[in-house]
């Protein structure tokens, strides 16, 4: 017999947390629950539309340019350290 997967470690939270809010808060349970899933509703709304907006915006391509630059900057020094040992030993890269 195959059991179902254990669900994801933030789903068990997010289940208990919004357990907890329907018992200690006051008023009806459905009202508690459906007001949580609309705040979270709200949530997923503002991040899709906010996250394309961060990767499109002149900020991160500038800071995105200057990563890449200091990247190929440390790669080059570094295989040109490569090539000097190598060169020591007479290898050939």
């Known amino acids: 017999m195959q059991r179902d ?3 994801p470690p933030w789903l068990v ?3 208990a947390d919004l357990y907890r809010a329907c018992v200690e808060a006051p008023g009806a349970p459905d009202k508690v629950i ?3 899933f609309r705040e979270d509703r709200r949530l997923v709304d503002e991040l899709r539309a906010s ?3 961060a990767f499109e ?3 991160y ?3 995105k340019k200057l990563v ?3 990247f190929n900057e440390k790669n080059e020094r570094t295989f040109t350290v490569l090539e000097e040992r190598a060169r020591k030993r007479g290898i050939a890269i």
């Open 5 to 7: 997967p254990l669900p």
């Open 13 to 15: 939270h997010a289940c």
């Open 34 to 36: 459906a007001r949580a």
């Open 51 to 53: 996250i394309p907006e």
């Open 57 to 59: 915006s002149e900020e």
């Open 61 to 63: 391509r500038t800071r």
């Open 68 to 70: 890449e630059a200091q």
